[in-house]
C-alpha cells in the first residue's frame, strides 16, 4: 500500500513539473526556444501543444524562414487535430503571406481539402462543397502540372456528383409535391433540365431525364380537359427524347408505360 502511494506521489510530481514547464514556456519571451519547442511537440503529435507554442511564434518572425516554416506547422497542427476549419484559416493565410514558398503549392491544395472534408451530406446546404470545388479549379489553374492533380480531379468529380445528387432531391420533391400550392411539374422540369446542363455526364444524368417524362405525364393526368392534349402530347414527344439518349436504361419499362398511356390520348 505504502509503496503504491509513493508510487502516486511521484506520478503526480512528474505531471506537475510536466505543466509547470510548459506554463513557462508559454510565459517565456525566447521565440527561438519556443519554436524549437514547438517542433518537439509536434514531432510527438501533441498537436495542440505545438499549435499554441507556434502562434506565439508566428508574428515575431514573420517574413523570416522561420515565420514560414512556423506558419505551416501550425495549419498542419490544427489539420491533424481534425480542426479543418481552423486549418483552412491558416493555410490560406500561408499562401497569401508566401505565394512562392517552400509549402504554397500543398497549403493551396489543403484549403480546397479542408473544404472538401467539410462538405456535408447532399441533403443539407453545400456551401462548403462549391467552395472545395472553387479552390480545387483555382489550385488546378496554378498548379497544372503538380503531382496532386490526380486527387483534385478525384475529388472534383465527387463532389459534382454530390451536387448532381442534391439536384436530383430537389427534382424529386418538385415531382413529389405535383400540384400542390403551384404546378410544381413545371418547376421539376426546369430544375432536372438546368442540373443537366450543369452536370453532363453525372450518374444521376438518366433519372433527370426520367423524372422531366414523368413530370410531364403527371401533369397531363391531372390537368384540365381543354389542356390534356397539348401535354399527353409533350410527354410523347419528351419519350422520344429520352429513348433515344437511353435506349436501354433502367426505367425503359416505366418510359414505355407512360409512352403507351400517352399515345392514346393525345
Not at 524562414?65 to 476549419?85: P, R
Not at 503531382?147 to 451536387?163: G, H, Q, S
Not at 450543369?198 to 426520367?210: H, I, L, N, R, T
Request: aromatic residues 16%.
Amino acid at each position: 500500500m505504502e509503496v503504491k502511494k509513493i508510487y502516486i506521489l511521484l506520478l503526480s510530481l512528474v505531471l506537475l513539473s510536466g505543466c509547470s514547464g510548459y506554463s513557462s514556456l508559454l510565459k517565456s519571451t525566447d521565440n527561438d526556444l519556443k519554436f524549437a519547442k514547438a517542433k518537439e511537440y509536434y514531432e510527438k503529435k501533441k498537436w495542440l501543444n505545438a499549435a499554441t507554442l507556434l502562434e506565439s511564434v508566428v508574428v515575431p518572425f514573420r517574413g523570416t524562414e522561420k515565420g514560414e516554416e512556423a506558419l505551416y506547422l501550425l495549419a498542419m497542427s490544427h489539420f491533424n487535430n481534425e480542426d479543418h476549419l481552423t486549418a483552412r484559416s491558416y493555410f490560406t493565410g500561408y499562401f497569401r503571406s508566401y505565394p512562392r514558398g517552400k509549402y504554397a503549392e500543398f497549403c493551396k491544395f489543403h484549403v480546397a481539402y479542408c473544404y472538401y472534408l467539410e462538405s456535408p451530406e447532399a441533403k443539407l446546404d453545400q456551401e462548403f462543397t462549391r467552395k472545395a470545388i472553387d479552390e480545387f479549379n483555382s489550385f488546378l489553374e496554378l498548379y497544372p502540372k503538380s503531382e496532386r492533380v490526380p486527387d483534385a480531379n478525384k475529388y472534383l468529380d465527387e463532389l459534382r456528383e454530390k451536387l448532381a445528387y442534391k439536384a436530383y432531391l430537389n427534382v424529386k420533391l418538385y415531382n413529389k409535391l405535383g400540384n400542390y400550392q403551384g404546378n410544381n411539374y413545371q418547376s421539376a422540369i426546369i430544375a432536372a433540365q438546368n442540373a443537366m446542363k450543369e452536370y453532363p455526364g453525372s450518374k444521376y444524368e438518366e433519372d433527370f431525364a426520367f423524372l422531366i417524362l414523368k413530370s410531364r405525364f403527371e401533369e397531363a393526368e391531372l390537368s384540365v380537359e381543354s389542356k390534356k392534349a397539348e401535354r399527353y402530347g409533350d410527354t410523347v414527344d419528351e419519350y422520344y427524347n429520352f429513348i433515344n439518349d437511353f435506349p436501354n436504361g433502367k426505367h425503359r419499362k416505366e418510359a414505355q408505360r407512360i409512352f403507351e398511356k400517352s399515345s392514346g390520348k393525345k
